[in-house]
């Protein structure tokens, strides 16, 4: 009886818990929350003080006795107590509507939650995620890899018996996986993505130039002119960069061209270039031959870097495709194994009550 109430008055939602941003889909509704995966805390306390895009606003300029933190780091938890705190209140947003803040929400019915994970995550690692989610108030929590949320999320026939390569660039994890008969053939986790783009600009700006920039600039600077593969005439596209000369401590601009950031990126592209490569050399000749026919899908906010579908395209020899509104495909896919349960029953990692 209790089992048909709470199916009743609270929301199935789908979660992709990524390392930079947390999409929050409610089954019926859509999307309705994109929020940067941040928390702001009282050092001394721990109380929470922000979460999302006012916790992001306060990276880099907190006083002394506030920090925030990313509660994920690399694709998984690396601070229990944080995350759980942030998805009782996303969970809680859900429930509440809108117009109520972060210290004015009531306990919740609890829903069935579907979580987006990296597919190379340990055990421990994936038991973590499903009691942040329980803790939170999921009366059941399941878990399905992100290259298989992915690829259902971009409208892939992953139930069919042709071979679907899917590879799902996010923030903390660069997932390469084929996937045929609802299943996950073949499979590599990369632990080089989004992060590691930003953490090059910083690198090439205090190498190349001796100016010490943040992440949030470095950020900026990839979206603003970054890219995988030459962008013809727009490759004079510069852009006024700002930070601290490391010579004489004072501040510093300089001007940056698109060539150069590239240059700086080049690394770690190649490193999520070669994973696929080696994927492709491992996957049964059968499978390949649908791949060479159907192509290579990219996903993730990764897959939005200027020019990368042109870049794995011209290494792989193969047709690369960019899926539909990428960033959104992990948790669009979460939504639509909450429609088929089925389907949920086929592709989860584990899950179902406390």
Known sequence: MFGRIWQLVSHDIGIDLGTVNTLVLVKGKGIVIREPTVVALHKKSRQILAIGTEAKRMLGRTPAVIEAVRPLRDGVISDFDTCEAMLKFFIQKVHQGPGKGLFSLPKIPRPRVVVGIPSGVTEVERRAVQDACL????????????????????????????GVMIVDIGGGTAEIAVISLGGVVINRSLRVAGDELDEEIVNYMRTRYGVLIGERTAEDIKLEIGSAYPLGDKDDMVTVVRGRDLA???????????????????????????????????TPPELLTDIVERGVFLAGGGALLRGLDKRVAEETKMPVYVADDPLTTVVRGCGEVLNNLDLLSKVRVTGGLR
């Open 248 to 282: 004489t401590g004072l501040p510093k601009s300089l001007k940056i061209t698109a060539s150069e950031i590239r240059e700086a990126l080049s690394g770690t592209v190649s490193q999520i270039i070669s994973m696929i490569q080696e994927v492709l050399e491992e």
């Open 135 to 162: 803790s939170a108030g999921a009366r059941e929590a399941y878990l399905i890899e992100e290259p298989m949320a992915a690829a259902i999320g971009a409208k892939l026939p992953v139930e069919d018996p042709e």
